[in-house]
């Protein structure tokens, strides 16, 4: 399956693209292509109805912990948490790849808007008996490129 396309969302609410059409989309920056090339492995790797989301990757000095997804009728939000020399921030992947048969209908990537994500990302630390306070840093730093 190559007819989908992997975006990194932007605090602004645009999108950068990493995948689109079965061509990684190249930076000029070796480690980040390197990095993006095994985000885009990891995704095409799990399976249709998969929700269990919990994979490190390591690249040069940058770790990429992804730990939950949002699923949708039309995309998957895959989110991350990064950790380099540079400082901590959590990644949000968007993934057009189905992963529902009825997918005619239903929340596609630019109807999933960065409050929903952040709200998302909230529900999910108190959820899981993580202190919202302590990922403040975090939450401020998603969409941090």
Do not use: W
């Not at 693209?17 to 980040?32: A, D, F, H, P, Q």
């Not at 995704?43 to 998969?50: K, R, T």
């Not at 909230?122 to 998603?142: A, L, Q």
């Amino acid at each position: 399956m190559t007819d989908f396309e992997i975006v990194v969302r932007r605090k602004n609410g645009t999108n950068v693209e990493i995948y689109s059409n079965g061509e990684l989309t190249r930076t000029g920056i070796k480690i980040v292509n390197d990095l993006n090339k095994e985000v885009v492995e990891y995704i095409m790797s799990l399976g249709q109805y998969e929700r269990k989301i919990d994979k490190t990757i390591y690249c040069g000095d940058i770790k990429l912990h992804f730990f939950t997804g949002m699923f949708y009728r039309g995309c998957t939000v895959y989110l991350a948490v990064q950790t380099s020399n540079s400082g901590e921030r959590i990644l949000a992947y968007i993934s057009t790849k189905r992963t529902h048969t009825s997918s005619s209908f239903g929340t596609i990537e630019s109807n999933v808007t960065n409050n929903a994500i952040i709200k998302f990302i909230d529900e999910f630390f108190i959820k899981n008996g993580i202190d919202p306070t302590s990922t403040v840093e975090k939450v401020g730093n998603i969409f941090g490129i």
